[in-house]
């Protein structure tokens, strides 16, 4: 795990994160759904890396609030990988229920049998759960994670006994504000979590990111690349165009399609500029970008 390393953590944290891992690593887990999944991208930022690790070494639940592609869900996938445990990962976005949290009986064609949901399954096997965008689930489907979310750590089975929490079992909620259609926490499963506040990815992690996923890029181009973005942030912030443009996910996609043979510009149009709807805030974002990315570069 020589990210880990590169990242800085603590020392002592890593033995304690190492020693959780060996407590727990080895149990069986019945089914495909149990396995450690290598995280797709590495999540840069040693502070909230740690933050985060003491909270689940304390047995707590964690809520990583913040604007869209801050990290959150690379953040919860590599704290998973890192304690060595299976995740499952619940959106709240969908007409998420308490039966299809906590599982439902079903019949199979020959009997009744309990087909048990991703909340059953994290408390059962000991699995991370994460709780994507939890300020949008509805009351009566949290209700049911109370005593799940608090020292209780009970999760009730209606029509079964109560299953007590496998010890190693954690919960990640995410949520994201800012834009419409979000909203604010329930206070009582807010003060369920130890919260973290995800910030804007530091201008040299970006670079450091840039350069891993794609090594084929140039110097300049990715000092250029990360420039556009902080000057949209920073254009954000002053009001002058709207949070949509700043943009990680958009700009990451767009280094994938120059990488196909479209012109940076167009690329960085398409990933960043067209996703504003304003037709003044979109020349602007245009002009940083073009001012930046000179027409002739391919
Ligand atoms: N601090 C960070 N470290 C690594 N990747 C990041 C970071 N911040 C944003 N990203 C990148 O942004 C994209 C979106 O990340 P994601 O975790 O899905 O964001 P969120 O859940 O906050 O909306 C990913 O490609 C991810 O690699
Ligand atoms: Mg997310």
């Known amino acids: 795990m020589n990210w880990v390393e590169e990242e800085g953590i603590r020392p002592g944290l890593r033995q304690a994160v190492d020693e959780f891992k060996r407590k727990y690593e080895g149990e069986t887990i019945s089914g495909n759904r149990g396995e450690v999944l290598v995280p797709r991208f590495h999540y840069y930022g040693t502070e909230m890396m740690e933050k985060a690790i003491c909270a689940l070494l304390a047995q707590k639940n964690l809520l990583l609030c913040g604007p869209k592609a801050t990290g959150k869900n690379v953040l919860a996938e590599n704290l998973a990988y890192l304690f060595g445990r299976p995740y499952w990962n619940v959106s709240f976005h969908v007409n998420v229920d308490a039966s299809y949290l906590v599982g439902t009986d079903t019949f199979d064609g020959d009997k009744v049998v309990f087909r048990p949901g991703p909340i059953y399954q994290c408390a059962k096997y000991g699995g991370f759960g994460i709780l994507d965008e939890i300020n949008m689930a509805k009351n009566e489907a949290i209700a049911v994670l109370h005593a799940t979310l608090d020292y209780r750590r009970i999760l009730e089975v209606s029509g079964y006994d109560r299953l007590e929490l496998h010890p190693a079992t954690r919960f990640i909620?995410?949520?994201?504000?800012?834009?419409?259609g979000t909203r604010e926490l329930n206070e009582a499963l807010g003060s369920r979590f130890l919260v973290l506040q995800m910030p804007v990815i530091e201008e040299k992690q970006l670079e450091k990111l840039l350069r891993r996923e794609y090594p084929e890029i140039s110097k300049a181009m990715c000092r250029q690349l990360c420039a556009i973005f902080y000057e949209l942030d920073e254009k954000a912030g002053n009001l002058e165009i709207s949070p949509r443009a700043v943009d990680l996910r958009g700009l990451l996609d767009a280094v994938s399609v120059?990488?196909?043979?479209?012109?940076?510009?167009?690329?960085?149009?398409?990933?960043?500029?067209?996703?504003?709807?304003?037709?003044?805030?979109?020349?602007?974002?245009?002009d940083v970008i073009a001012a930046r990315i000179p027409k002739s570069w391919n």
């Open 173 to 180: 909620g995410t949520m994201n504000y800012g834009y419409a």
């Open 258 to 286: 120059m990488k196909l043979g479209l012109s940076p510009l167009e690329a960085m149009d398409m990933g960043i500029t067209n996703k504003v709807f304003d037709s003044t805030e979109r020349s602007i974002i245009h």
